[in-house]
């Protein structure tokens, strides 16, 4: 990261290129993550993330780029030399083993005397919480328990660098959502740096220090979660991060700030200029906003203030308790997404209802295309 300078990085990434053939899998990264991080790449799938982490891993090669960890090069170095260990989506416990001899298999494989292994599964299993688990077999074990078993048996060895590839991705939706909170409390808890792969922006956000956003082999933007959210540099990572609004359309002058946006659906919008290309009038652009960011009011009441309006009415109502949403359809056409709060009485909105969207110029993400 660029800003701890002065840190201690267990992974550096310098020009890391991968080529197949004439197809560049993965195209110049870089990155350093300091000791203890927890560091997320996310991305869509094909975008080369985990052609990188087995890059990292040592089962493939690169093309050109250097990788060290804790300082030293270990291009030369293969997979089961490097202090690298991985957890896939499917885990690859052992069947026939159980949760002490799938921890202990790693340790026996590394000749750790066969005095200690018992203490150090012991401490592993203390460590993850699952202290009386140690004689269970794998087919007893709950999602969640696998999880923390399979990442147990990798920390046993004292790994700088744990590699997590899509490990929630089999899990059901409840159950992943308790594991992100599991696994950041488990990433405190061995303090090791945890490298995590993944497309689900959720995961990245609640649980990472950094994310880096990668598209098409290349990283787009390496930041904190809240950073990229607010202060996107792409509009690629402005429409993959988050749900946005979002238009094409032309710059049709500036006042101050303040960009003039019509869509190509005709809307007039006051946006904040955004990225490193200077946006003129008749520039082509992209245009997001955040349905959290859009206030709804009844066309009867007075809406607050603000550099955006827009007429419309419901389309549909998605329930979601505190966090529901309603689809608005603008005379122009299309839909505008705005987040509400519905409460089950009678003044909640309706589709159908004549509605007012507001929203300020500062909240309108504006990139040149």
């Not at 919480?129 to 920390?155: E, F, V």
């Not at 607050?304 to 309603?326: C, K, M, Q, Y």
């Not at 909105?349 to 504006?366: H, I, N």
Request: include cysteine; glycine fraction near 10%.
């Amino acid at each position: 990261m660029t800003d701890q300078t002065t840190a201690a990085f267990d992974l550096d990434c310098e020009g890391v290129t991968k080529n197949f053939g004439t197809f560049r899998a993965v195209d110049g990264v870089s990155f350093s993550i300091p000791t203890g991080t927890f560091f997320s790449i996310l991305g869509p799938s094909g975008c080369g993330k985990t052609t990188l982490m087995r890059m990292i891993a040592g089962f493939e090669e690169p093309s050109a780029g250097d990788i060290r960890i804790k300082g030293k090069s270990v291009l030369s170095v293969p997979p089961n030399k490097r202090n690298v260990k991985m957890v896939f989506q499917h885990l690859a416990l052992f069947p026939m083993m159980d949760v002490h001899d799938n921890i202990a298999y790693g340790l026996r494989c590394a000749g750790v005397p066969k005095a200690e292994i018992g203490a150090r599964v012991a401490d592993v299993l203390e460590r993850v919480a699952l202290p009386d688990l140690a004689r269970r077999q794998i087919h007893q074990l709950s999602g969640g328990q696998k999880q923390r078993i399979a990442i147990a048996r990798c920390m046993a060895l004292n790994p700088d660098v744990l590699l997590l590839d899509e490990p929630l991705g089999a899990l059901d939706l409840k159950l992943r959502e308790a594991m992100k909170i599991e696994l950041k409390l488990l990433q405190h808890q061995f303090d090791t740096t945890f490298v995590y792969i993944t497309h689900d922006q959720s995961e990245a956000l609640v649980m990472s220090d950094y994310v880096a956003v990668m598209n098409a082999g290349r990283f787009e933007q390496i930041g904190r979660p809240e950073e990229l959210y607010h202060a996107p540099a792409t509009a690629f990572v402005a429409g993959f991060v988050g749900d946005s609004n979002r238009w094409s359309g032309t710059a049709r002058g500036t006042e101050g700030e303040t960009v003039h946006i019509e869509t190509e659906t005709g809307l007039a919008l006051g946006g904040s200029p955004r990225g490193t290309a200077p946006i003129a009038a008749g520039t082509a652009v992209e245009v997001f906003v955040r349905p959290e960011f859009i206030t709804v009011t009844r066309a009867t009441e007075p809406a607050p203030e603000a550099a955006n309006h827009h007429d419309g009415t419901i389309d549909s109502v998605l329930f979601n308790g505190a966090n529901s949403r309603v689809l608005v359809r603008p005379p122009a056409g299309g839909l505008i997404e705005a987040d509400v709060t519905l409460t089950g009485g009678t003044s909640d909105l309706r589709a159908g209802d004549a509605v007012r969207l507001s929203w300020d110029a500062a909240q309108t993400m504006v990139f040149a295309a």
